[in-house]
């Protein structure tokens, strides 16, 4: 069964950096697309950055210039570098991933931007 175990969030002043990963565990034959969205207190989920098989990346407006996603030594992990971090970015982060015709989510982790 295939598994997204995220680490890393938790409580940064704003001006500050995070960085989370995510890591796809189980039995895969192939991922086509991982990435992360966040949902804030009473705020729908959403899109805030994903990177294809290929490299292919796309971020939300909101995020263009401060987060950089990118893959990481093996296929099946994915980091979120997180800069400029601002107190609109407090959410719960989701890892998501298209793995062999499926959805995955992760547990979410939360980060906190103070002001």
């Known amino acids: 069964q295939v598994q997204l175990v995220e680490s890393g969030g938790g409580l940064v002043q704003a001006g500050g950096s995070l960085r989370l990963s995510c890591a796809a565990t189980g039995s895969i034959f192939s991922i086509n697309v991982m990435g992360w969205f966040r949902q804030a207190p009473g705020k729908q989920r959403e899109l805030v950055a994903q990177i294809a098989a290929g490299g292919d990346t796309d971020y939300a407006d909101s995020v263009k210039g401060r987060f950089t996603i990118s893959r990481g030594n093996t296929r099946d992990i994915v980091n979120l570098q997180m800069n400029s971090l601002e107190p609109d970015d407090t959410a719960v982060y989701y890892c998501?991933?298209?793995?062999?015709?499926?959805?995955?989510w992760g547990q979410g982790t939360q980060v906190t931007v103070s002001s």
């Open positions: 998501n991933a298209y793995i062999d015709r499926q959805h995955y």
